[in-house]
């Protein structure tokens, strides 16, 4: 065999091990997901969990949703019983203050605002560096995914005076 044939085969071996790393971590990644319902108990849409190295990926797929921008955030009680108060504040298990704006936060539940065409139709993916697959993610009373009426303003705290809690679902491994 001549020296390019070889070479050309070893690099393939490399890539082709490569390739199956990757698979495998990416097979090894923990995934959840939330099943978000509206107050009338309507399904609005699913949200996907998907822990990475360094935080967490949502891709959320929303419809029937209302017109505008709304606070997207993490709740650290995984119950939703309208009016979704149930659902406690924003999943904080660093004690920070509330707001991506704040100096002295932000919240691990706290995300940028979705912006939601007339269509009621959205599909969006957030990553989240402080959202870990942990206890505080998934310990004995869970965690939801929570839309707001409003957009988050970044900085009042506790919620970013983002309104009423218009639509909610558990996270489930």
């Known amino acids: 065999m001549n020296g390019k044939f070889i070479r050309s085969m070893h690099a393939g071996a490399v890539i082709g091990a490569m390739i199956a790393s990757v698979g495998s971590i990416a097979a090894a990644a923990e995934e959840a997901s939330a099943s978000l319902k509206d107050r009338d108990g309507k399904p609005v849409g699913e949200v996907r969990f998907v822990e990475t190295p360094n935080g967490t990926l949502l891709h959320a ?23 979704f108060e149930s659902a406690g504040g924003h999943a904080n298990p660093e004690d920070t203050a509330h707001g991506l704006k704040s100096g002295s936060g932000p919240h691990a539940g706290d995300m940028p605002n979705i912006h939601v065409p007339s269509s009621g139709e959205l599909e969006v993916e957030v990553y989240n560096e402080r959202l870990q697959f942990d206890n505080a993610l998934f310990d004995s ?11 988050d303003d970044y ?5 970013g005076a983002a309104g009423n809690r218009i639509a909610c679902g558990v996270i489930e491994r």
Do not use: N
């Open 141 to 151: 009373d869970g965690a939801a995914v929570v839309i707001h009426a409003g957009a």
């Open 155 to 159: 900085e009042t705290d506790p919620a």
């Open 61 to 83: 797929t929303l419809r029937g949703l209302p017109e505008g921008t709304h606070a997207f955030h993490v709740h650290e009680v995984g119950k939703c019983e309208p009016p």
